[in-house]
């Protein structure tokens, strides 16, 4: 089987890796525009879009259709408080706005995938709920200023300093990582018959 991974994240590729997948990256430019409002719809068709768009740019090359050996999976995550979506920081002051709302509460994660194989595409997701401790002004500086947030929805990296805060999760950690690594699998084997 020859697996693609359509995203630029390190953090998805190191995960990946983790669970023994030998894969290829291959990033296509996507359309992230989106006018969906819940968190769940919103990641599935985010990451349908990149999914589509790797799958378009391997047809061009000449990629068959119905190739029975081509896995693409795609993944969009974004954390979402109050209603209010938080992608990637703009910079440090955004970045900072999001570790004051996140700070002392609880959040959800919301990560969805998407899978290309045999000509058929399908799409899934995972929400997980995060809760921080109470941060200082000068904790939420320090943490902003350590580079961490930029490149994270929500700003933070829960693999990395950000730990320090975290109090509990409620459901799927690697999903706050950036991939749902049981829903992937879970989606692999029920609908395509593939066990990672």
Not at 9 to 30: C, K
Not at 133 to 158: H, Q, R, W
């Amino acid at each position: 089987m020859k697996y693609i991974l359509a995203s630029a994240s390190p953090r998805r590729r190191e995960i990946l890796s983790n669970l023994g997948l030998d894969f290829t990256v291959l990033v296509a430019d996507a359309d992230e525009s989106c006018d969906l409002t819940d968190p769940g719809e919103r990641v599935e068709f985010i990451s349908l879009k990149k999914c589509l768009a790797a799958r378009d740019r391997l047809l061009a090359e000449g990629m068959d259709p119905a190739d029975k050996d081509t896995v693409i999976i795609a993944s969009d995550t974004l954390v979402t408080l109050d209603g209010e979506f938080l992608g990637k920081p703009r910079d440090e002051a955004d970045a900072a706005r999001m570790m004051y709302m996140l700070q002392g509460r609880t959040h959800t994660v919301a990560s969805g995938i998407a899978v290309w194989h045999k000509g058929r595409t399908v799409t899934a997701h995972e929400l997980t709920g995060v809760s921080f401790a109470p941060m200082t002004e000068a904790e939420i500086l320090a943490y902003v200023a350590t580079g961490e947030s930029f490149g994270k929805a929500g700003g933070y990296a829960i693999q990395g300093h950000a730990a320090r805060y975290v109090t509990g999760i409620r459901g799927d950690y690697f999903n706050v990582v950036g991939l749902p690594v049981r829903r992937l699998y879970e989606t692999m084997k029920l609908v395509f018959g593939i066990h990672l």
